[in-house]
């Protein structure tokens, strides 16, 4: 039997693709799901029963883990686009699975840092098996509003290394908002082009050149996921493979530049740093602008524990240790600006209070130097 074999210049038939959709609240994002091609949402979130007369498919209420962590693809057969509502409710009900034992949780309470790592990779286990369906395969998540500096920016409400790795996977992903129309009217609209506001991806070319789809009434489009699917693929479909994924790695590269950017605290860069791919082709480009942004908030990495941690806080010397400092820099016969270049700081009260003693010394240090010259 001859290999049938697919030349790079040749396009791929994509029979399946994934789809992230994430929303304000309150905007239909489930009543979107439902208008998929034959769709069963896994209702995490349990706001199924919202949708009304717009609920069109097959629903699994989970009410814990154990109702859906045994799925066969058998079960999956007679549907042809699977929704995941929401991604971030399903991780949490692991999580709250694995905290029925007691081994998992801390004191506190809170899971074990290996159990969130099993959760982790629980999710992602999980995630994979619905990809090898062949289905379509929807994940519907909850917006999350950050503050970058003066700029607001929306992004999935999913953890760090889970949200990176469903960017990574998607081939359209879109911010469900609503905008005000020139005739003042309240219009919903997915915004599949990235921009420094929100999180987007957009493999199959939706909404032309603007990357806006205008969502339309469900009660009239009942197809409208299976629509933008379709064409998703139609267009994936006139791409060779080496296009495909040389427009998906840019697209990796931009979202992981702009996940750096909103990064705050050591413990989103260091869920951002596990979910760094080696193989990926942008990945030195990618590693030099986390260690940037590492080195601009002062972030050191610890080997033992592959974590990034926060910088020490800076307390410095109080006016009574500033006053006793220059009087000692006096006794020796020392000025405050040759020892500040000779420190390599600006003033005294640059000083950390735990070094009084060593700078003390070192400044004794320096007056017998000069003494001696």
Known sequence: MSLNIIPADQALLVKAII???????????????????????????KGSHRTGELRRGAVVQVNQWADVANLTASDLEPYNTIVIDTVGAMLESIKTHLMLNNTNKQK?????????????????????????SGKDVVFIAHASEDQSGDQVIYR????????NELYRIADIMGY?????????KNARVISFRPCPTHHAKNAGGLGGDTGEVWVPDLKETPAFLADLI????????????????AMKAQEDLGNWEQSCSEIQHAGDLTQLT?????????????????LK???????????????????????GIDETRLATLQEFIDERGLDTKTVCEHLGIDALSQIELNKFIEVQQEIDKLAQETMKA
């Open 19 to 45: 789809v992230y959709l994430y929303a304000d609240p309150g905007l239909g994002k489930t009543s979107i799901g439902f208008t998929g091609d034959k769709a069963i949402s896994f209702d995490f979130d």
């Open 156 to 163: 999935p409400d999913l953890g760090g290394k889970n949200r």
């Open 176 to 184: 469900l908002t609503t905008v005000t129309t020139g005739e003042g």
């Open 108 to 132: 506190d309470g809170s899971l074990k840092l290996k159990a969130q790592g099993l959760a982790n990779n629980i999710f992602k286990q999980y995630v994979n098996s619905f990809i090898a």
């Open 274 to 290: 596990e979910s760094l791919d080696k193989s990926h082709i942008y990945y030195q480009s990618m590693r030099q602008i986390m």
């Open 293 to 315: 942004k590492a080195k601009e908030l002062g972030f050191t990495f610890d080997i033992n524990s592959s974590r990034w941690i926060n910088p020490v806080e800076f307390v």
């Open 230 to 245: 379709k064409q998703a693929k139609d267009h994936i479909n006139t791409l060779t493979p080496d296009q495909l994924a």
